[in-house]
C-alpha cells in the first residue's frame, strides 16, 4: 500500500508564509512527477505546482514568484514554500504523486495525500 501524508497547513495573515510537505510511505519502485493542487470552497480543484523527478517544475500564474515547490527523492518528500500568502490562495492543498511499484511487473499510478487546510486572513 501507499500513502502520501502532508503536513504544514495553518491559519496564518496576509503576506505570511507556510511550508507544507507531503511524504510519501509503502511500497515503492520510484516517485515521478509530484504537485501540489487546491481546492477553494466552491471551486474546483487546481494544479498549483509540479515538480518532475529530475526537478523540472512549473506554475500557476497566480502564485509564481511567491511559491517554490521542491523535494527530496531520498526522502520521497516533495514541499512546498509559499511566501507572501494572500487570502485568495485559502484552500485546501492536495499533494499527488505519480508513483511506480513492483509487483511482478512495474506499474504506475496516480496518488492523492488527504489535504491540509490553508487558510490566510486579511
Known amino acids: 500500500q501507499v500513502q502520501l501524508v502532508e503536513s504544514g497547513g495553518g491559519l496564518v495573515q496576509a503576506g505570511g508564509s507556510l511550508r507544507l510537505s507531503c511524504a510519501a510511505s509503502?511500497?515503492?519502485?520510484?516517485?515521478?512527477?509530484m504537485g501540489w493542487y487546491r481546492q477553494a470552497p466552491g471551486k474546483q480543484r487546481e494544479l498549483v505546482a509540479a515538480?518532475?523527478?529530475?526537478?523540472?517544475?512549473n506554475y500557476a500564474d497566480s502564485v509564481k514568484g511567491r511559491f517554490t515547490i521542491s523535494r527530496d527523492n531520498a526522502k520521497n518528500t516533495a514541499y512546498l514554500q509559499m511566501n507572501s500568502l494572500k487570502p485568495e490562495d485559502t484552500a485546501v492543498y492536495y499533494c499527488?504523486?505519480?508513483?511506480?511499484?513492483?509487483?511482478?511487473?512495474?506499474?504506475?499510478?496516480?496518488?492523492w495525500g488527504q489535504g491540509t487546510q490553508v487558510t490566510v486572513s486579511s
Open positions: 499527488n504523486a505519480d508513483i511506480t511499484r513492483y509487483n511482478g511487473r512495474f506499474y504506475t499510478n496516480s496518488y
Open positions: 509503502g511500497s515503492i519502485s520510484s516517485i515521478n512527477a
Open positions: 515538480s518532475t523527478r529530475g526537478g523540472s517544475t
